[in-house]
């Protein structure tokens, strides 16, 4: 049960990481709130692929392998799990004060090859291809990716401790916190491939709203050789952003390439 | 507590005492709505370049039970980012129940705490108001605080009306 959800993640995030950002579908979870106060605060979240930002129109993005990080570092849960037609479902107990991170991460390898005449696709993790693909596949082709999609939701004060990257495959290091950004204000990232400094990505960041406005309103961003870029926020409301890196560094010496992704939802308040 | 977060946050030396008082004035205004509730207010002091230096009085639903009403504190979403997420609500002299339609006068000794450790120089009183099923509104009364009288005043548009300070030597 366990690895067929795997696979099923897989099979979107790395869909969706060969299609391209140009191509695909925009993923994203829609927190309630982020910023909260009071005794015994929850948010729920929306969480979805689809063309347009926030709305629900396509397909759920499926919960598998979804984390909860407590402020503490310790693991959270996602309480009430839904999947519907259009949109995924869940809440989250902001039980202890501070910073909480909720993440849908996700690396693996996607294969395909000619078998007798027939075409054969595989996906799984880098352990398991050498074991399940056959050495000698004819037509091999192989890609590895990595997916992750983020939001960060704050009861009470900001803390800093789920904000510490994990070192694996695309991620943001915030400079400003990502629950203290405010229209007109500039906010500092670090993007990190790996843990280390990801130069001259390019950074999208989208408001929502799109329904209601003619223009996409995108901006493009670079980082610079230390990872970094600044976003000034023009409104308040929600924001997705995305970043995407291909790379030769794969795990196994059959892929071709690596890519990664980044997609995260911000909350930018009105001053 | 509440005076030592006033001074490791804000640096304060607990110098000048001054004789008199602060008199600030908020004018909640009568409002024609279905659902009226009356709005939190927070009133703090904060520099010329809007550093945050005191919290004056926190207005909210403090009887609520089990703390619940501090569950819309956020919504003063200025004083929320200055101060508020910083605190465990409540503060003791701080917090208070909300106030009602028509001018409220409130008054602090400058002998006591947090203006026993307000150093002479230029202030601005912020006043913040947000209501349920309603808006928000934020005022800034710019005064100086150097031991003379002082008389400045601001009027809201629309979740606040007239906001008043004077200083009396």
């Given at each position: 049960m366990?690895?067929?959800?795997?696979?099923?993640?897989l099979?979107?995030?790395?869909a969706?990481s060969?299609?391209?950002?140009?191509?695909?579908?925009?993923?994203?979870?829609?927190?309630s709130?982020t910023i909260?106060?009071?005794?015994?605060?929850?948010?729920?979240?929306?969480?979805?692929v689809s063309?347009d930002?926030f709305?629900?129109?396509h397909?759920?993005?499926?919960?598998?392998g979804?984390?909860?990080?407590?402020p503490d570092g310790?693991?959270?849960?996602?309480?009430?799990?839904?999947?519907?037609?259009?949109r995924?479902?869940?809440?989250v107990?902001?039980?202890?004060?501070g910073?909480?991170?909720v993440?849908?991460?996700?690396?693996?390898?996607m294969?395909?090859?000619?078998?007798?005449?027939?075409?054969k696709?595989?996906?799984?993790?880098?352990?398991?291809?050498?074991?399940e693909?056959?050495?000698?596949?004819?037509?091999?082709?192989?890609?590895?990716g990595?997916?992750?999609?983020e939001?960060?939701?704050?009861?009470?004060?900001?803390?800093?401790t789920?904000?510490?990257?994990?070192g694996?495959?695309?991620e943001l290091a915030?400079?400003?916190?990502p629950?203290d950004l405010?229209?007109?204000?500039?906010?500092?990232?670090?993007?990190l491939?790996?843990?280390?400094?990801?130069?001259?990505?390019?950074?999208?960041?989208?408001?929502?709203?799109?329904?209601y406005?003619?223009?996409?309103?995108?901006?493009k961003?670079k980082?610079?050789?230390d990872g970094?870029?600044?976003?000034?926020?023009?409104?308040?409301g929600?924001?997705?952003?995305t970043a995407?890196?291909e790379?030769?560094?794969t795990?196994?010496?059959?892929?071709?390439?690596?890519?990664?992704?980044?997609t995260?939802?911000?909350?930018?308040?009105?001053p | 507590?509440?005076?030592?977060?006033?001074?490791?946050?804000?640096?304060?030396?607990v110098?000048?005492?001054?004789?008199?008082?602060?008199?600030?004035t908020?004018?909640?205004?009568?409002?024609e709505?279905?659902?009226?509730?009356?709005?939190?207010?927070?009133?703090?002091?904060?520099t010329?370049?809007?550093q945050?230096?005191?919290?004056?009085t926190?207005?909210y639903?403090?009887?609520?039970?089990?703390?619940?009403?501090?569950?819309?504190?956020?919504?003063?979403?200025?004083?929320?980012?200055?101060?508020?997420?910083?605190?465990?609500?409540?503060?003791?002299?701080?917090?208070?129940?909300?106030?009602?339609?028509?001018?409220?006068?409130l008054t602090?000794d400058?002998a006591?705490?947090?203006?026993n450790?307000l150093?002479?120089?230029?202030y601005?009183?912020?006043?913040?108001?947000?209501?349920?099923?309603?808006?928000?509104?934020?005022?800034r009364?710019?005064f100086?605080?150097?031991?003379?009288?002082?008389?400045?005043?601001?009027?809201?548009?629309?979740e606040?009306?007239r906001?008043?300070v004077?200083v009396?030597?």
């Open positions: 366990k690895s067929l959800l795997t696979r099923a993640t099979a979107l995030t790395l969706v060969i299609a391209g950002p140009a191509a695909a579908h925009r993923q994203w979870m829609l927190p709130a909260l106060s009071g005794q015994d605060p929850w948010i729920t979240v929306d969480a979805a063309n930002l709305y629900f129109e397909v759920p993005l499926r919960l598998d979804l984390t909860v990080t407590n310790s693991a959270g849960t996602a309480e009430n799990q839904a999947t519907g037609k259009y995924s479902t869940f809440d107990h902001l039980s202890q004060p910073t909480y991170k993440a849908l991460a996700s690396a693996g390898i294969a395909s090859w000619e078998e007798n005449g027939q075409r696709r595989w996906r799984g993790t880098v352990d398991s291809f050498a074991k693909v056959p050495a000698n596949a004819e037509k091999l082709q192989v890609t590895e990595a997916r992750r999609l939001f960060f939701a704050t009861a009470g004060k900001p803390t800093e789920v904000l510490k990257p994990t694996k495959g695309l915030p400079v400003t916190h629950n405010v229209a007109g204000e500039q906010a500092s990232f670090t993007l491939l790996d843990g280390k400094p990801a130069s001259d990505v390019e950074v999208t960041v989208i408001p929502g709203g799109i329904r406005r003619n223009d996409l309103g995108e901006m961003l980082t610079d050789k970094a870029f600044t976003v000034t926020w023009p409104t308040a929600m924001y997705w952003m995407q890196t790379d030769k560094k795990s196994v010496p059959q892929a071709s390439k690596r890519s990664a992704t980044y995260a939802t911000f909350e930018v308040m009105a | 507590m509440r005076t030592l977060l006033s001074l490791s946050m804000t640096g304060l030396a110098t000048p005492v001054m004789a008199g008082e602060l008199a600030v908020v004018e909640i205004p009568k409002l709505v279905a659902e009226y509730h009356r709005p939190y207010v927070a009133a703090w002091i904060e010329p370049d809007q945050f230096v005191a919290n004056l926190v207005r639903d403090v009887k609520m039970r089990d703390n619940e009403g501090t569950k819309w504190l956020k919504d003063m979403r200025q004083w929320w980012r200055r101060s508020g997420r910083d605190l465990t609500m409540p503060v003791d002299g701080v917090s208070a129940p909300t106030l009602p339609v028509g001018e409220n006068r602090w400058s006591k705490a947090p203006l450790g150093k002479p120089g230029s601005a009183l912020v006043v913040e108001a947000a209501r349920e099923v309603g808006g928000r509104e934020l005022i009364v710019p100086d605080w150097n031991g003379k009288p002082v008389k400045a005043e601001a009027k809201g548009e629309s606040l009306g906001i008043a004077e009396k030597g």
